[in-house]
């Protein structure tokens, strides 16, 4: 019992119309890494949420180093040691990297701001960890990776004893993430306790030493890693078992229905051409920041082009914003769903219906109530969506929940080629075989699905084909037969060769 | 180390001293100083012209006089977009303000004792409006707005009705220190300015709750799972708001020697003007106070310089409502530009050289 630094005890949360955590223990020792597992709206968040002070609980009692603490701030637990990478960036754009990992306790010199001072510190905060970041750089210039490095730096600069990563890794790099792993082993030896919540699994091997699942809010179990199995750990998830993470149909492809021809739009949209068939599912690989969201968006008619052309069905059409493309058929749903995904404070009925107001209203703009709730009740129950009622607030669903929100609502109407950009990010493995399996009966439907993804098991699991891109530029293009991680992983990677060819040659 | 990237060298030793300039430059909201003080240089070049007097000693003395008010309230509305909030209630604080001083003086207190009583009932209407807009949540515009009315009310109600008469002989004094009187050849007014101006500079760029204001307006959230103390920090901005709007009331009394109930009619709206145009932005998170002295300045050289050009009202009023929409419409482009510019210099490329990792 001794070593325990956090016991939480039937603690139980609730929010409006859901009981988020029921009757909930948890345990943490210091020096070990815990996984927090559970399917979107589990309550994962929820319970750190409590732990790290920024909701109260409804019920149960905490212990921290061994202390009883009834009521917890973000300050407080702060000042005990508790520090916690939020799921959703919580940054401030306005600042600086350094004036973001320092706000709420700013070093002062006679009671002046030493941003001099700060500077330094975080630099070597950032150094110590090796994140490669000018702490001068405004965040808000930033791209969302490099975001959440400065949210990690952020939570590791306090020196803290507990710390709470809440899906830290899901806009980093593969290279950024086996360096966060490095990070985590330091700060284990150290004798930190970390929780550790993320919904791709194949991370756990790599850092974790017990699992503890949650499932609707109550605890299901704790387990040593080493003694368990990922299956068993998905059973536990879903309450049952998952036989294929990655199910696969086979179609036969047939005649086009999708082609981009000579794409140019800004830097990272350079003369991109592709082909979409008929009953396959075309992914694009990539690094972050390899311009994937850039040519969805250009070819959606969200940024615009410079030139190229788009074809469906064999016939040209114009986009120039995005109301064209949906009109012709071609829907994007969109990375970043708090960005760009959904209007968080409008109803979840209200952003499923809203780019299917056409259908919905008649030719008077009257919007029809029954085809409203009817679209959104289908939707919610194809995608089974966790929420009260369809009349709450966008930004009360788990994240995952919210994802599965955007996805659906392009899916209430029958387009002819559907783009994903990066659909399972921070969604769980049932949920994403969820997403797997619509995205196959949209293959079969005749329906092109574009999909693009950062995650290459997913890519080599579910798509027919795989375009690989790199700077702005599609590097190769690869039959899913052919494919492996290692060849996709050399073609995304074709720019940062050049660069440090370049900076070698500079540094000789 | 050293990484030569379209142009852009990142040194990491030299990083420091050649940093300097570029701190400045990526203070927020420079950008638009620089381009709006460019603007007020041409303004005053071609009123210059347009006639020879507007340059002279004693119009710029006036004009300077002229634009203390704009300045002193753009300061306190400043403060309150930069944490993402509006002060509606300026101007009847400037009004209600002028009205307490004058009628107490009046009646006989001493001009210091009203002055002082003056300030505290202003800044009462500050921590009103912090409390109702951190505390109880109302929308700013909405608390604003009542409290806005409510301090006309009571810029009406103190002398029943009436404008005062005139404060009289014993307030001599203070008529000197706030708007007739001369210190090293410049008057009071621009003296007492240029002290507010330096103090909340100050405070706002090298403190703590400077900075706090600032992370504020630019992600509430962020700043309250930081620590910052949210309520505290809106109250301060709008009591800052309410100080200078009283330090106008007085200026406004010390002026015409007599409390009016509608003085400061508009100035919220004012100060808002100062304050976008100097590169405040609405959004809050954004804006420097050396900006709001140039806004402030635009806003006066037009008034001055249309009404010396023989302008009638209507057409300054038409002229200045467009500058307003122009210097926000450039600043809207000059941001589009640097994100496009961003984009091809590889802002996605991060500055230091690319680890190597082998895991
Ligand atoms: N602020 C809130 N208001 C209302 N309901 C909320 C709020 N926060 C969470 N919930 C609800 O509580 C439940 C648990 O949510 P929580 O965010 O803890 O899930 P999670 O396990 O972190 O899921 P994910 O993996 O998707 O992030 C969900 O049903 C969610 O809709
Ligand atoms: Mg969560």
Redesign the interface.
Known sequence: MGNYIVELENISKSFPGVKALDQVSFTLKSGEVLGLLGENGAGKSTLMKILSG?YIKDGGSMEIFGKKVDFLT??TA?KMGIA?I?QEL???????VA??IF????L?TN???SDKHMNAEAHKILEKF?I???P???VG???VS?KQLVEIA?ALSTDAKILIMDEPTSALTS?EI??L??IIKRLKAQGCGIVYISHRLEELQYIVDRVMILRDGKYITTMDFKATTLSEIISYMVGREITEKFPRVEEKVGEEIFEVRNLNA???VRNISFSLYKGEILGIAGLM?AGRTETTRAIFGADPKESGQIFIDGEEVRIRRPMDAIKAGLVLVPEDRAKNGLCTKLSVKENITLPNLDIIASKLGLVNRKKEEKITETSIKNFDIKLANAEVLADSLSGGNQQKVIVSKWLARNSKVIMFDEPTRGIDVASKVEIYQIMNDLKSKGIGVLFVSSELPEILGISDRILVMADGKITKELDVKDATQDLILEYATKF?KK??SR?EA??A | MKLNKNGVTWEMEKGKKQSKLKRIMAKRGMGQVITVTIGLVALVIVFGFLNPYFLTGRNISNLLRQIAPTLLTGIGQSYVLITGNIDLSIGSVVGMSCMISATLMTKGVNPWVAVIITYLAALFMGLLNGKLISKAKLPAFIATLGTMTIARGIAQIVNNNYNTDSIGEAAEGFMEFFYYGKTLGLFNTIWITMFIWLIFNFLLSRTRTGRHLYAVGSNIHASHLSGVNISSTITKAYMVSAFCSATVGLITTATSGMGTMDAGNGYELYAVAASVIGGVSTLGGQGILLGTVIGASIWGVLQNGLQFAGAPVAIRNIVIGIIVIITVLLDILVRLNKKAGKAKTGAEKSHFPVLKHKF
């Open positions: 920024v973000p300050v702060q916690i939020n919580n940054l401030c754009d306005h600042l600086t004036q973001n706000l709420g306790r700013e002062i009671g002046i701001l090796q490669d970041i000018n001068e750089t405004v210039d930033l791209p490099k952020k290279k086996n360096n792993f490095a800004g830097r990272m920041g940062d660069l440090d900076q500079i540094e």
